[in-house]
């Protein structure tokens, strides 16, 4: 069975930083690109960043210069880190796990708040 589950959202002033974590498993985790995705309140979801199997990254250039995406193949770990936070970053922060010829994974969220 497979899972992703993200950890490391809550809430955090403007200005400040977060770091997000999702581990995987039932997957070889090596073989997939891996996405962060957010949803905020009555907006599609949009891509954050991605990083791929061969450690490649793109950024939305909304988060770009202030987020970073890394992954770590020997824990099934990918994580988010978010410097420089602004209100407009509040969104519940999806894992996206992904790769040809197979189905797409989601984890359940975790969500970033960024508010005084």
């Known amino acids: 069975q497979v899972q992703l589950v993200e950890s490391g959202g809550g809430l955090v002033q403007p200005g400040g930083s977060l770091r997000l974590s999702c581990v995987a498993s039932?997957?070889?985790?090596?073989?997939?690109?891996m996405g962060w995705y957010r949803q905020a309140p009555g907006k599609q979801r949009e891509l954050v960043a991605v990083i791929t199997s061969g450690s490649s990254t793109n950024y939305a250039d909304s988060v770009k210069g202030r987020f970073t995406i890394s992954r770590d193949n020997a824990k099934n770990t990918v994580d988010l880190q978010m410097n420089s936070l602004k209100p407009e970053d509040t969104a519940v922060y999806y894992c996206?796990?992904?790769?040809?010829?197979?189905?797409?994974?989601w984890g359940k969220g975790t969500l970033v708040t960024v508010s005084t």
């Open positions: 039932g997957i070889i985790f090596s073989m997939y690109n």
């Open positions: 996206k796990g992904s790769r040809q010829m197979s189905s797409d994974y």
